[in-house]
């Protein structure tokens, strides 16, 4: 399969015995940037393709289909293996099951299938956690829907920031047991409490938004943490970045005055021109 060799990278994280930071990416030139700065991995956030593909805020607005059409894009652009934030699932169990059929043949080297009652309910300003069966089935169905037995599958939760500890704990230990790959944790508030859900659980863990004190990467590494996310600050970067020369234009600024632009050289790395040319000679007779 054209896709395991990236699968396998993410599955020789997991098994490693490191903890990484990936690269957070959302299209065709944040990819490539993040492979030629030699992030192992990548991770397509759901907020980021919420903001990429639609310009939304991270509200399960975006569909299913607009974000395994993203991540095809990109898998065509580079062969950095990505780590996919399928959120919810795109909805019940057998939604789940399609999602990750979806994901694998737009080329994920990984998913995370999460227990947040997503779009939110009616009538209610914080986030809710489906019931524990719901996740648990929704665990089977995702392992169900997967063909390449190399495709990484996570388990996620938010229930340390939703609900509670203990509930975080049967959480983890009930989406281990379906046989998922790695366990996915958001909301974790204090060492003590995520060093009590690193005792209860067994499989490589996967960290994100955490505070200060879970920073430290060998710490982290010695807790069977494989991947540590660090947010999504290029995105941001690249939406000032736009407006700010958007901005300079608008009042007057002549495009040879900019500053902060990309080089041609860059430009031309990110668009591989040198590959082109080399095929344009070899399948056009066009001289290099």
Do not use: W
Request: aromatic share 4%; charged share 25%.
């Amino acid at each position: 399969m054209a896709f395991r060799s990236r699968r396998e990278k993410l599955r020789s994280i997991l098994s490693g015995s490191a903890c990484i930071h990936p690269g957070s990416v959302y299209d065709a030139i944040s990819i490539r940037i993040a492979e030629d700065l030699g992030f192992p991995l990548g991770m397509f956030g759901g907020s980021v393709a919420s903001l990429a593909v639609l310009g939304d805020p991270d509200i399960t607005l975006i569909t299913l289909t607009e974000l395994a059409e993203q991540m095809r894009r990109m898998s065509r652009a580079a062969a950095l293996p990505v780590l996919v934030d399928a959120d919810h699932g795109y909805g019940n169990a057998l939604n789940v099951r399609r999602t990750v059929q979806e994901l694998e043949t737009a080329g994920a080297a990984g998913l995370t299938v999460e227990d947040t009652l997503l779009p939110g309910a009616f009538g209610e300003t914080k986030a809710q956690l489906i019931s524990l069966e719901e996740g648990v089935g929704k665990m089977k169905a995702a392992l169900s829907g997967r063909s390449d037995p190399s495709l990484v599958i996570m388990g996620r939760t938010g229930a340390a920031s939703i609900s509670s500890l203990d509930d975080t704990i049967r959480r983890a230990q009930a989406y281990e047991a379906t046989g998922v790959d790695a366990l996915f944790f958001t909301g974790i508030k204090s060492r003590a409490e995520f060093e009590a859900i690193v005792a209860a659980t067994k499989l490589p863990i996967v960290l994100g938004g955490a505070p200060e004190e879970l920073n430290a990467l060998d710490y982290l590494a010695a807790q069977r943490v494989r991947i540590a996310l660090q947010g999504h600050a290029p995105i941001a970067a690249a939406t000032q970045a736009v407006y700010d020369t958007l901005k300079a234009l608008r009042e007057g600024t002549p495009p040879k005055a900019l500053r902060g632009l990309a080089s041609s050289e860059l430009n031309g790395r990110v668009m591989r021109e040198s590959d082109v040319k080399a095929r344009s000679a070899d399948f056009l007779g066009l001289k290099k």
